[in-house]
């Protein structure tokens, strides 16, 4: 079983940077897929970035460009570096795990194991 732990949340202004942090366990690092999601107030939770075992990167159009995904198997964490922060994207943002399906891409399968969730907050 997958357990994952996210970390780094809290507080940002606008234009500045965050990141997070998602520590990983129970050996998710065979093939895989990860991703960071997002839970905006008032809104249905949305995919941000995804990551492939191979390194294959995959971001939404409201990150691109801004976010960074990147995954670090000796020290298992999974990270996403914010950039040019705005207040939508204010949200609470999960880590998610699931093997990798072969001729899925990772933005298009569903997510089996979650984190419970770290709060970013950015002020105007």
């Known amino acids: 079983q997958v357990q994952l732990a996210e970390s780094g949340g809290g507080s940002a202004q606008f234009g500045g940077p965050l990141r997070l942090s998602c520590t990983a366990s129970?050996?998710?690092?065979?093939?895989?897929?990860m991703a960071w999601f997002r839970r905006a107030p008032g809104k249905e939770r949305e995919g941000v970035a995804y990551r492939e075992n191979d390194g294959t990167t995959t971001y939404a159009d409201s990150v691109k460009g801004r976010f960074i995904i990147s995954g670090d198997v000796a020290k298992d964490t999974l990270d996403l570096q914010m950039n040019s922060l705005t207040p939508e994207d204010t949200a609470i943002y999960y880590c998610?795990?699931?093997?990798?399906?072969?001729?899925?891409?990772?933005?298009?399968?569903?997510?089996?194991?979650w984190g419970r969730g770290t709060q970013v907050i950015v002020s105007s």
């Open positions: 129970g050996n998710p690092w065979k093939k895989y897929c």
């Open positions: 998610a795990h699931v093997p990798k399906i072969p001729s899925a891409t990772c933005d298009a399968v569903l997510y089996s194991n």
